[in-house]
């Protein structure tokens, strides 16, 4: 009907609801677990021209726009700073970019699509769409641990709060809930994120802080009214959205199952309760209940598309699966209780089992799995790395490379010094606009630059490939003395004002009414404004700056700003929405 693969059918076509290509996902995780009564070739074709050609655009369906290109071509989809508006016309002025979060819902779904890819023998788009798998990494900020917007010119936007994330349901950067959850969401390579936290331990002890993190600074009403869908909340943790349905599970390929059992039985009491508060937030396509039995059975498909089930902790003493093939999968819980929820030991068909995953296949050929529990976690079981579940081996890639500077704004001179994460790599760069190669100059050491530069640059390393190039620009300020103005005798000490009254939602109001009064004042006042509540000031003047260098302007305000320096906005902390840099 749309000439595009739907996303979410309905009967009077496609949705085109929230973000990735999560298509992907169902039709890789039916082929591997050997469903495949279905034209492939056709099914290929249609999620190709998504990956490849389709807009990438929350809640928009169709051709590609500048930023999808962008994506393709740098590995990330870039961000604007708070409350910007997007010059991109085709960009929903409610659902926004949702950068973050499309960079990583598409590094998995270019996972999915990637294995069919390899099922199929079609080598080279396999190659392209393995290297966007890891697309989730050019988002990962090192210096915060969280994911987190970047621009396009390769600079991270700062200052971020990972629990406010910026704007409604935290759109401009994720969807619907924020980061703290959300920088989980890389369900296919759950090693490599391991890796980018610090390792096992660093990993669990940051979900364990995620469980934990309060809103301290951040009233609960303003909470709900942020981010209407971050319900079922535990510390930091969204129950009640799908986004966060594995991140219980995470646990797990870090060798610490039985915090997966505590968190899953605590989950399950908490919000999944035989009353009005049975169901804790958005039940989008059944994905509420859906954890809810997995969970019960005790086991869950953290990564679909590759047919293994991590295991959790039984609810029920016996669950048996009847397969079509006429065979049972049953799973066994001896002493089980509320108390008893920490798997001991287990056996499958008879056997000791050790691992804290099993394949679908296990399933399929019937069986029984058997847990016994007790009321003490057995931390040793499952916890050894070969016990462990595994994500798909990848190909390795190399982590983007980036600029540290601590101004992108400099007077005479800016220093330039080129870091990348991945060991062993070759930073190649160029200043004339061109494109760097493994001919362009190499960055050996920090040097300076003495004009506003456009510096180009990316990683090499043998054996891998290279990374998208990534593009800087420092900008030289020209400033002008004001000497000359001084000694006219031009200047007087004091600030200009003119003081208005109404009902003002913005600063902008102001600009159509006239002032009731305006003057000089020695500094920074609001006396003018008696006892009257709804009132507003314009200051105006200049300020006397004792030398030459650097200096940072901000604006400090309970009711709304807007900082303008010779004439052009510079801070807007105006209306509905935090401060940003114009």
Same mark, same amino acid.
């Given at each position: ?369 058997? $847990?016994?529990? !007790?009321?003490? %976690? /057995?931390? @040793?079981?499952?916890? &050894? ?8 081996? =990848? ?120 002032? $009731?009064?305006? !003057?000089?004042? %020695? /500094?920074? @006042?609001?006396?003018? &404004? ?8 314009? =200051? ?43």
């Amino acid at each position: 009907q749309s000439g595009w693969l739907p996303t979410f059918p309905q009967v009077y076509g496609d949705m085109k609801a929230m973000i990735g290509n999560h298509q992907d996902a169902i039709i890789a995780d039916a082929w591997f677990k050997g469903l495949r009564n279905f034209d492939m070739d056709k099914a290929y074709e249609g999620m190709l021209k998504n990956a490849m050609h389709g807009a990438m655009l929350p809640w928009r369906e169709g051709p590609t726009t500048e930023l999808g290109q962008f994506y393709r071509e740098h590995g990330y989809f870039p961000a604007l700073d708070p409350g910007a508006k997007d010059p991109v016309k085709e960009v929903s002025p409610f659902e926004k970019r949702q950068a973050v979060a499309v960079t990583l819902e598409h590094a998995y779904d270019d996972w999915c699509l990637s294995r069919i890819a390899a099922s199929l023998g079609q080598k080279e788009d396999y190659e392209k769409l393995a290297k966007r798998a890891f697309n989730y990494k050019n988002v990962y900020n090192s210096k915060t641990g969280f994911m987190s917007p970047k621009r396009a010119d390769g600079t991270w936007v700062e200052p971020f709060d990972p629990k406010k994330s910026s704007g409604t349901g935290c759109r401009e950067y994720f969807a619907e809930i924020n980061a703290w959850t959300y920088s989980y969401s890389v369900q296919h390579d759950v090693p490599g994120l391991m890796t980018l936290m610090g390792g096992p331990q660093q990993f669990i002890n940051r979900l364990d802080g995620l469980f934990a993190e309060p809103m301290y600074g951040y009233c609960r009403w303003t909470q709900t009214a942020h981010i209407p869908d971050g319900t079922g909340m535990v510390g930091q943790f969204v129950m009640g959205n799908e986004q966060g349905l594995h991140v219980p599970y995470l646990y797990v390929y870090a060798g610490a199952p039985w915090k997966t059992q505590k968190r899953i039985r605590q989950l399950e009491s908490t919000w999944f309760r035989n009353d009005l508060m049975g169901m804790c937030g958005d039940e989008d396509g059944g994905a509420m209940s859906s954890w809810y039995v997995f969970s019960a059975m005790g086991f869950y498909p953290l990564t679909p598309g590759l047919p293994i089930y991590v295991i959790g902790t039984p609810l029920f003493d016996k669950v048996s699966i009847r397969l079509p093939n006429g065979r049972d999968f049953v799973i066994l819980a001896k002493n089980n209780s509320h108390k008893n929820k920490y798997i001991q030991s287990a056996t499958m068909n008879g056997k000791a089992w050790t691992k804290s995953w099993f394949l679908h296949k296990d399933i399929l050929n019937g069986g029984e799995l058997a $847990l016994k529990m !007790g009321s003490l %976690p /057995n931390k @040793a079981w499952g916890s &050894s790395m070969q016990d462990r579940p595994h994500s798909e081996k =990848f190909k390795p890639v190399i982590q983007m490379p980036y600029l540290i500077t601590d101004d992108l704004y400099f007077l005479d001179t800016a220093k330039i010094v080129l870091a990348c994460d991945t060991d062993g790599t070759e930073i190649h760069y160029t200043l004339d606009g061109r494109l760097p190669t493994k001919s362009s100059p190499r960055y050996n050491a920090p040097f300076n630059v003495q004009k506003t530069t456009i510096i180009k640059f990316r990683a090499f390393k043998q054996g891998f490939a290279p990374t998208p190039v990534a593009r800087q620009k420092l900008q030289k300020i020209n400033y002008t003395s004001f000497k000359d103005y001084e000694n006219d005798g031009k200047f007087s000490n004091g600030l200009n004002y003119e003081y208005f009254e109404g009902l003002f939602a913005h600063v902008a109001d102001m600009d159509v009414i006239k002032p $009731l009064r305006s !003057g000089v004042i %020695p /500094n920074f @006042a609001i006396m003018q &404004s008696k006892d009257v509540e709804q009132f507003g000031y314009i =200051f105006s003047g200049f300020i006397r700056i004792p030398k030459d260098g650097i200096y940072t302007f901000y604006n400090k305000t309970n009711d709304g700003s807007i900082l303008y320096l010779d004439g052009k906005g510079f801070i807007n902390m105006d209306g509905g929405h935090p401060a940003y840099v114009l």
